[in-house]
């Protein structure tokens, strides 16, 4: 079977990617929320209104994972998209009618200095609304290899 996707060699920094959307509810944050992060915020709409988020929010991590949903659809990587580190924050949370999407773009493609047929690729990656508002900022550092070893 032959692996489809992106190599090293096609990426290029400045490469963007978007992805599909994903339709949030206050259904899916509860069920997240419930099994992983089970702060009132996040499970009780009535007592999230006295929180510092005024209302139910998402938890951060519910929204890492739709990104990681979003990213695996829409970074065609071959080999799949293998992190090797990052940073992520969250500048506003993500709310129950939010529609999500992913803008993905190359910023620095760094090469192996011992394993000539790989590189770190630091791509950012920004989680938006509906109304382009960034609800996560990730930049990750992803393995990426070449198609054959020269």
Same mark, same amino acid.
């Given at each position: 079977?032959?692996?489809?996707?992106?190599?090293?060699?096609?990426?290029?920094?400045?490469?963007?990617?978007?992805?599909?959307?994903?339709?949030?509810?206050?259904?899916?944050?509860?069920?997240?929320?419930?099994?992983?992060?089970?702060?009132?915020?996040?499970?009780?709409?009535?007592?999230?209104?006295?929180?510092?988020?005024?209302? $139910?929010?998402?938890?951060?991590?519910?929204?890492?994972?739709? =990104?990681? &949903? #979003? *990213?695996?659809?829409?970074?065609?990587?071959?080999?799949?998209?293998?992190?090797?580190?990052?940073?992520?924050?969250?500048?506003?949370?993500?709310?129950?009618?939010?529609?999500?999407?992913?803008?993905?773009?190359?910023?620095?493609?760094?090469?192996?200095?011992?394993?000539?047929?790989?590189?770190?690729?630091?791509?950012?990656?920004?989680? $938006?609304?509906?109304?382009?508002?960034?609800?996560?900022?990730? =930049?990750? &550092? #992803? *393995?990426?290899?070449?198609?054959?070893?020269?």
């Amino acid at each position: 079977m032959v692996e489809q996707g992106l190599y090293l060699d096609d990426l290029k920094v400045g490469d963007t990617f978007i992805s599909e959307k994903y339709y949030l509810s206050t259904e899916k944050i509860k069920s997240y929320a419930l099994e992983f992060d089970p702060q009132v915020f996040h499970c009780d709409e009535n007592l999230a209104e006295d929180t510092f988020f005024k209302g $139910l929010a998402a938890s951060g991590w519910h929204t890492a994972s739709i =990104t990681m &949903k #979003l *990213l695996t659809e829409s970074l065609p990587f071959a080999h799949g998209v293998i992190g090797a580190g990052g940073e992520i924050n969250w500048p506003r949370p993500t709310r129950p009618t939010d529609v999500l999407y992913v803008k993905s773009i190359i910023k620095e493609i760094k090469p192996s200095k011992s394993k000539p047929n790989q590189a770190l690729v630091v791509v950012e990656s920004e989680t $938006l609304n509906q109304h382009n508002e960034v609800c996560q900022k990730l =930049t990750a &550092k #992803l *393995l990426s290899f070449k198609e054959s070893e020269d």
